[in-house]
């Protein structure tokens, strides 16, 4: 840790003489694509450039196993990538993170909260229950006791293999209050997934195929990230967000450990959440800011679709990123075995 | 024969090239399915043991076999034809298979989720002609089998064309000619010709079929997890770098298995023909 930190701030003052001449001016992103990209070019990407200089490019296909890949190998396809919380335990815990150089990043200017060794909050999404209103009567399904109740809602389902929130849902189907799901109890979640099971066609893994699966009806239900949820609805689709029991994902930036370009990584999260450059990113990439000072450039009609909207916060389940990140490695394996039984 | 240049200097550029595109990787691959975490072969230990990955390794040869046999059975016909016409039709038919060629699988793979799903023209066939509630396809074995038939089946039928169409008409005008009936001069005269074909054909599809990862997950049932989307999970959300990569050498191995026997039955030269 300490080394690392010496290493970086040694590295800073190496490369500031040489900024300009010799080191090129350029940061690798890691993007998401699609809503993400546009939002993040317009309200962070460019701004920055034309700030400071360093031209920004983007490279696809967010996994911590890149990350892994890059710490390996010392070749740097990306440097820095925005990830939820049990990416930043597991990269924590194989060691694959940068941790924050508070040299260059200035911590004053964003809540205590938002700041980790290796992680800084930026965003918020939910995942929320999302019905088909043409199926079920509007307002019919509030909770995920309902989402499992096959009785009384018969119809076809949906859940992602995104186990962290998966596992949530299960157990709060299962009777579990939202404040007592900690520590994990994987029995459990299991056995309440095999209740809901044959009622899953699908186990999806990205936004736009729950969007294509709701929108054209070949699932009634189905736990959806709430951006998708929002442009489904916005595009006119017959379906219903349920800001009720949605799981609130915080999404951190982080920084592959060794990239040589680490200095102007941390000088571009820190220009990232100042609160108007938070505010347009999330605008315009349906996120919640997780500045709470960004809500003073956000309309109210803005805020409706925001899972950090106070208005919904309350009805929010939050995460234990930490106690999640331990049980992750176990669910996906026994997911993967599960599925197959 | 002397020549100025020995003649294996000529395949040094392409196999230097190989080596380190191809060769390198796969080095490193085997190194770390036997090294991550700890050097041994606790890897491959966990894919003897552990009856998920056997249940996944039997599951993909099933799919990869009855995708092999479909498109034989689907793309002989249609090669023999082509092979027999000449000029305008053969042609537009080979137009056609190649035309799959150059369409993105993916880009297919999507059409049959518009084709296969509930505001599909399959559905709405089966509304019109009466089937209430229609037969649900999209998300099933079926549909992937039909898909990765699809995707594959002009592997087949060109590899099968090649073949049948340089057999020589004047060797079933004389089978005829002694009074062979067509079921008898195709069945002792065509047949064992394109036999090679039927071997190479099936063991391209096949092996392209093993290596399936897209089709299956995007059309398949939650159950119908193909060897490449264990590998991809075992990477993407495990981090699990050693088991992934035994799990690929288990995979390679098994291919080249079949290469081998291929080699014993026709003769690896075949290809090239």
Redesign the interface.
């Known amino acids: 840790m300490l080394h690392a930190t010496r290493r970086a701030t040694l590295f800073g003052l190496l490369a500031a003489p040489t900024i300009g001449r010799a080191q090129p001016r350029v940061l690798y992103i890691n993007s998401q694509g699609g809503p993400w990209e546009a939002a993040a070019k317009k309200h962070l990407f460019d701004p920055f450039t034309a700030k400071t200089g360093v031209e920004i490019k983007t490279a696809p296909g967010v996994?911590?196993?890149k990350f892994?890949v890059q710490a390996r190998t010392k070749v740097y396809e990306f440097d820095i990538a925005t990830v939820g919380a049990p990416s930043v335990v597991?990269g924590m815990n194989?060691n694959l993170l940068e941790p924050v150089d508070f040299g260059l990043f200035n911590r004053a200017a964003v809540p205590a909260e938002l700041v980790f060794e290796n992680a800084v909050g930026n965003h918020a999404y939910g995942t929320n229950i999302c019905f088909n209103t043409t199926k079920y009567p509007a307002g019919s399904i509030t909770t995920w006791q309902d989402f499992w109740d096959v009785q009384r809602f018969p119809g076809s389902r949906s859940l992602g293999r995104t186990l962290s929130q998966t596992i949530v849902f299960a157990l709060l189907a299962d009777g579990v209050p939202k404040d007592k799901l900690y520590p994990i109890d994987l029995d459990r979640a299991f056995r309440s997934l095999d209740r809901i099971k044959p009622q899953?066609?699908?186990?999806w893994s990205t936004g736009p195929q729950i969007r294509?699966l709701l929108g054209?009806?070949?699932v009634d239900m189905g736990s959806v990230w709430h951006a998708h949820g929002t442009a489904l609805r916005n595009s006119g689709a017959p379906v219903e967000i349920v800001w009720n029991e949605f799981t609130m994902d915080r999404t951190y930036w982080i920084v592959s450990r060794g990239t040589p370009r680490a200095g102007f990584a941390w000088e571009f999260i820190n220009f990232a959440l100042e609160p108007e450059r938070n505010a347009g990113f999330c605008i315009d990439g349906f996120y919640g800011p997780l500045n709470p000072r960004a809500f003073d450039f956000v309309t109210p009609e803005q805020a409706e679709a925001m899972p950090t909207n106070a208005k919904y916060t309350p009805y929010a389940v939050e995460f234990d990123g930490r106690r999640m990140g331990d049980v992750?490695?176990q669910a996906?394996?026994r997911f993967?075995?599960w599925?197959?039984q | 024969m002397r020549r100025g240049v020995p003649t294996w200097l000529l395949l040094l550029p392409a196999v230097a090239y190989l080596l380190l595109v191809f060769g390198v990787p796969l080095g490193n691959t085997f190194w770390m399915s036997i090294s991550e975490p700890t050097l041994g072969l606790q890897n491959f230990a966990s894919i003897l043991t552990d009856p998920l990955y056997a249940r996944v390794y039997l599951r993909t040869v099933l799919v990869a076999a009855t995708v092999t046999l479909l498109c034989l059975g689907l793309g002989y016909p249609l090669a023999h034809y082509m092979a027999r016409r000449s000029g305008v039709v053969a042609a537009l038919l080979l137009g056609a298979c190649g035309l799959c060629f150059w369409i993105s699988y993916l880009v297919r793979t999507y059409a049959w989720t518009v084709i296969l799903g509930n505001r599909g023209p399959v559905t709405a066939l089966a509304r019109w002609l009466g089937v209430e509630p229609p037969p649900v396809l999209l998300f099933t074995t079926t549909a992937s089998l039909i898909a990765m038939t699809h995707i594959l089946l002009p592997y087949m039928v060109l590899t099968l064309y090649v073949v049948l169409a340089r057999i020589d008409a004047n060797l079933i005008r004389a089978a005829h000619g002694m009074g062979a009936s067509h079921w008898q001069s195709f069945s002792r005269v065509v047949l064992p010709l394109s036999l090679p074909a039927v071997v190479s054909g099936c063991l391209l599809v096949f092996i392209f079929c093993v290596g399936f990862y897209v089709t299956p997950t995007l059309l398949g049932s939650p159950r119908d997890m193909m060897i490449s989307s264990l590998i991809a999970n075992e990477i993407e959300t495990l981090l699990d770098f050693g088991s992934a990569s035994a799990l690929a050498m288990v995979l390679l191995a098994a291919v080249l298995v079949l290469l081998t026997v291929y080699d014993r039955l026709v003769g690896i030269d075949r290809i090239l023909r």
């Open positions: 996994t911590l196993a892994a597991q194989e899953v066609r699908v186990w294509q054209d009806g070949e992750m490695t996906s394996r993967e075995r599925l197959q």
